[in-house]
């Protein structure tokens, strides 16, 4: 392990896999080791959870579940309520242990477990909405519905955020009294690993369960017939995957996958609102991995170059690459060099293809940073829609920036994607916000903001970009089913 004393000690100390209440070691005796995307060194090795594991949690969490279903809820509701103030009380060690495993800069990661204890909290107060209606259809005869949960959930989750969407995305089924597998992302699964040794002790043996591993982990999970609904945060290959193993059983799925989400800027918008929104919508922070990045920016002809240049002037004063556990640090490394050499071949497309490059399109030459997966943000203008990174997800640190004029053709190329999961429109003039609003193919949609997500409102996608809303009721209600009940009198 090449990391400082501070450092090592974050990490959590088991490495194997969690569920029904404990650490079990992996039956194919197989670990693999994660790496640190700012050096390129190895951190430790985390077991790769086979067939038999897979299952053994899956019978684990199935034999769980009577118990926790017939839980009394203010109990469950104190469960998640213990859950979220251990979240909010270790939040800096979790933020190290992610900075590590994923590249995140640390002093932003700090967040994600408030957030995620906030989601918690949110779904442990939203317990009561979980009920059914009385419906009269005849003098002889009473009927209502009630509201039951589903049984073992599976929650695959993504490397860019991993302790937050594990932590988070474990709330809604909980509390609707479904047991719970996590599937950690195995570019970075330390922080979920993490994350089990916090909550050792706070659900019931096997309710709450924690899996490392690849995609033979994951297939099984979509595929078992005791997982009763599989989850996807992740890219849209993987979403279509996960689609036809859960076909085998008709379960349900809840897939938020990718994105190449479009800002839209007319001539009447405020300007230091906007430039300040694109570079925030861009997530340069995370280097760009980020579904919901707002990376094609769509600029008025008559404030293009006005807005294109100060963009450029913000992101190069406020994004330097840097060591993630490095509180200063405002922009990690990618994940992998696989990601690294992907996004490096996006710039490459780019330029051969056209595009004008306004800022960066190359790697840091510190040398401190050359051992990592960094790249600068990049920043390219003069973009077309025929051009590759006009229309593939790049989930890396560039923005592609349009000139527009015409609206009919503005929103021909804002639609003109696979993808549909944000938007951002910036005007100052109320009818046409609505109006673009209504013309975009997007499952959110901010008005004068970009990045922002609020417990309550739901946040999904349409198109390639999903299926299925988070971070609301509706959420909470998709992890029961719906059962009639008819009595006659």
């Given at each position: 392990m090449h990391l400082p004393t501070h450092l090592a000690d974050c990490l959590p100390r088991h490495l194997d896999l969690y569920y029904d209440g404990q650490w079990s070691a992996p039956s194919n005796g197989l670990y693999q080791e994660t790496v640190n995307p700012a050096t390129g060194a190895p951190i430790v090795a985390v077991a790769q959870a086979g067939v038999r594991d897979t299952e053994a949690a899956i019978e684990a969490a199935h034999r769980a579940f009577p118990a926790w279903k017939a839980l009394p809820s203010a109990e469950r509701a104190s469960c998640l309520r213990k859950a979220a103030a251990i979240l909010r009380a270790h939040a800096q060690t979790l933020a190290l242990v992610d900075a590590i495993d994923t590249g995140n800069p640390v002093a932003e990661m700090v967040s994600d477990a408030h957030v995620a204890a906030g989601s918690l909290e949110y779904f442990a107060g939203l317990i009561p909405m979980i009920k059914g209606d009385t419906i009269p259809v005849a003098e002889d005869s009473f009927h209502y519905t009630v509201r039951e949960p589903l049984g073992v959930v599976a929650r695959i989750v993504a490397y860019n955020h991993p302790l937050m969407f594990a932590a988070a995305k474990i709330a809604a089924p909980l509390a609707a009294g479904n047991t719970v597998i996590v599937?950690?992302?195995d570019q970075a699964p330390l922080a979920c690993?993490?994350?089990?040794?916090?909550?050792?002790?706070?659900?019931?043996?096997?309710?709450?369960?924690?899996?490392?591993?690849?995609?033979?982990?994951?297939?099984?999970?979509?595929?078992?017939?005791?997982?009763r609904k599989v989850t996807l945060i992740g890219s849209v290959a993987t979403g279509k995957a996960i689609l036809r193993s859960a076909a085998e059983t008709l379960k349900p799925a809840l897939l938020e996958l990718g994105g190449k989400n479009a800002l839209v800027a007319y001539p009447d918008a405020d300007i230091d609102a906007l430039v300040a929104g694109a570079v925030r919508g861009m997530n340069f922070t995370?280097?760009?991995?980020?579904?919901?990045?707002?990376?094609?920016?769509?600029?008025?002809?008559s404030i293009h170059d006005e807005v294109l240049a100060r963009i450029a002037e913000r992101v190069a004063a406020m994004h330097r690459p840097g060591d993630p556990t490095d509180?200063?640090?405002?922009?990690?490394?990618?994940?992998?060099r696989a990601q690294?050499?992907?996004v490096l071949s996006f710039i490459a497309s780019a330029r051969e293809e056209g595009a004008r490059l306004v800022l960066g399109g190359v790697q840091p030459d510190e040398p401190a940073l050359r051992s990592g997966y960094y790249v600068q943000p990049t920043i390219f203008a003069d973009v077309q829609p025929h051009m590759r990174i006009a229309r593939e997800e790049i989930f890396g640190p560039v923005m592609a920036v349009f000139r527009w004029s015409d609206e009919e053709e503005l929103f021909g190329q804002v639609n003109?994607?696979?993808?549909?999961?944000?938007?951002?429109?910036?005007?100052r003039d109320l009818k046409r916000a609505h109006q673009a609003v209504r013309r975009i193919h997007a499952g959110f949609v901010w008005v004068n903001q970009t990045g922002r997500h609020y417990l309550g409102v739901p946040f999904g996608g349409s198109k390639h970009s999903g299926m299925g809303r988070e971070e609301c009721v509706e959420e909470l209600l998709d992890f029961t089913e719906l059962k009639s009940v008819n009595i006659q009198l």
């Open positions: 599937k950690a992302p690993l993490k994350l089990a040794e916090l909550l050792d002790g706070v659900f019931p043996p096997g309710v709450f369960n924690v899996l490392t591993g690849s995609r033979e982990c994951g297939q099984v999970l979509a595929s078992h017939p005791l997982v995370w280097a760009g991995q980020s579904c919901g990045s707002t990376s094609r920016v769509f600029l008025h002809e509180p200063a640090t405002t922009m990690g490394p990618l994940i992998s690294c050499d992907r003109g994607t696979e993808y549909g999961l944000t938007a951002s429109v910036w005007t």
